[in-house]
């Protein structure tokens, strides 16, 4: 079955690069795009469905390079918690009979919560990972399964994993975090990941797969570092993933122990740089001012070994840190993604501050461009996922399709629809989803959920999560002062 799009606007990918076509029109037929151009072109084939988009800006589907895919509790550290660990006692990581603070449901709960935010906000890949706050060394439940069911359930295209690593942090009495290692449990828990990756590949689909992801480059060894790698190869060069220096003690800490060498040279002398290797946030290396340390080879290794980085501006910059600086990366010639890690899993909202942050950084109009900022969520992150037939509409593509409605009177008057989309709109202007060929997200809703069902059970859950954060703290706080309000909160 043929099914065409009529836009106002359509971003094709022709000569290289994202091109506007003003009343243009894709057709795709099953999974596969088989014409992208002008509605009035002659050789536009006949489609057994029209989709007409007027007022609409038709996009190839936004790919999330990073995201959190479930309840986020970053949002409880807004505006205060500087240097503050969310409490994990070290009972509830010593003993592995101790329930977490959620159920298998609630697992369930979260996971379709974040597949049914990030459709609706335009991304139609995603590569997620999930919160270590309530875990020991590895996922301690169904979460990644439930992803997988929840992504299959809506038709996202979806790379899943099962989080490892060797020191389990804990909160001491006094607040302060301890690490406990252990390599077995490390290695179990990179097996753990491993039956994950088995798993998706049996259901031998082209919208889930697997990846391998040590949860921070400084809680593993460097033996769990290479073994990852050497299961990688085996598994046909598989995406790679890690956090890495995301915060400023992870770099103290490294040069500490390694007053020589930068935490890039550290990572190329044990083999985990690569292309299939994604590093998220990649933040305090050599040349940030921050460290205090002279810029050095760290970009120029990380481009030759075709590493892809992966920025995510919003959770940074909401703890009062600073990527330095997106330009300067990619003038080095560096894959860049851009991820949103946070809640909400909005990608328009993350770009431009990406660009915002990025100008203001630099004191320069000039940088962090539409164009530069907009690859990174669509060519930018299909790279670094290995997939050039994801992130732009060209014929033989994969039928990923986001269209964002510019319509609105509060998006004001056009005139260049992409500043309108990254400027002006936001993810909720988003309005058909279409994945491998399949409408997901029609008029803003998803398609076959119950939304205020959903965000009921998630409200559920979500209230859960908080009183078994707070119930955690062995200093005795009550809830208001763990995690104030935002403002004072009346009370008679
Ligand atoms: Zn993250």
């Known amino acids: 079955m043929k099914t065409r799009i009529n836009g106002d606007w359509v971003v094709a990918w022709l000569d290289g690069k994202h091109q506007v076509i003003s009343k243009g029109a894709v ?11 002008l509605q009035a072109d002659p050789n536009c084939p006949v489609a057994d469905k029209v989709i007409y988009a007027s007022g609409k800006i038709v996009s190839p589907g936004l790919i999330n390079l990073h995201c959190i895919a479930n309840l986020d509790l970053q949002l409880l550290k807004m505006d205060s918690g500087d240097g503050e660990a969310f409490p994990k006692p070290k009972h509830f990581v010593m003993n592995e009979m101790e329930p977490s603070i959620w159920t298998d449901q609630d697992f369930v709960n979260s996971a379709e919560f974040s597949v049914a935010t990030l459709l609706k906000s ?112 085996q598994l046909g060069g598989l995406h790679v993933r890690s956090h890495f220096s995301e915060y400023l003690t992870e770099y103290t800490e490294f040069k500490s122990r390694n007053p020589k060498r930068t935490m890039i040279e550290w990572l190329d002398e044990v083999g985990f740089l690569g292309p299939n290797v994604c590093l998220t946030h990649c933040i305090y290396i050599a040349g940030h001012s921050d460290t205090g340390e002279e810029a050095k080879n760290d970009l120029s290794i990380l481009a030759d070994s075709e590493t892809s980085v992966c920025h995510c501006p919003v959770v940074i910059a909401r703890a009062g840190a600073v990527f330095e600086s997106f330009s300067r990366y990619l003038a080095a010639g560096i894959n860049m993604g851009i991820g949103t890690d946070t809640f909400p899993p909005d990608l328009i909202e993350e770009i431009r501050l ?123 706080r009550d809830i208001d002062s763990m995690f104030p309000p935002s403002i004072s909160n009346f009370k008679m």
């Open 27 to 37: 057709v795709f037929e099953d999974e596969e795009i088989v014409f992208v151009g």
């Open 122 to 233: 335009g991304s139609t890949s995603f590569a997620s990972v999930t919160s270590s706050a309530t875990k020991r060394w590895s996922e301690a439940g169904p979460e990644p399964y439930a992803l997988a069911e929840a992504s299959e359930k809506m038709g996202a295209r979806a790379w899943l994993a099962a989080f490892f690593q060797e020191g389990c942090s804990y909160t001491d009495t006094d607040g302060s975090v301890g690490i406990i290692w252990d390599s077995k449990k490390g290695q179990s828990a990179l097996d753990k990941s491993l039956d994950l990756i088995k798993y998706l590949k049996l259901k031998d689909n082209d919208i889930l797969t697997g990846f391998l992801f040590p949860a921070r480059t400084d809680r593993c060894s460097d033996d769990l570092l290479k073994e990852t790698m050497r299961q990688s190869k």
């Open 354 to 476: 990406a660009a915002l942050l990025n100008k203001a950084l630099k004191r320069s109009r000039n940088v962090g461009t539409v164009e530069e900022v907009y690859n990174a969520i669509t060519i930018g992150g299909a790279k670094a996922l290995g997939r050039e037939d994801l992130g732009r509409l060209a014929v033989g593509c994969k039928a990923d399709i986001s269209v964002f409605d510019l319509s609105d009177l509060a998006l004001g008057a056009i005139d260049d629809p992409m500043r309108t989309l990254i400027h002006v709109a936001t993810g909720r202007d988003c309005d058909t989803v279409i994945v491998n060929g399949k409408i997901v997200v029609e008029r803003g809703l998803v398609k076959g959920i119950d939304e205020s069902e959903l965000k009921g059970r998630a409200q559920t859950s979500w209230l859960k999560y908080k009183t078994g954060m707070a119930s955690w703290d062995s200093r005795g």
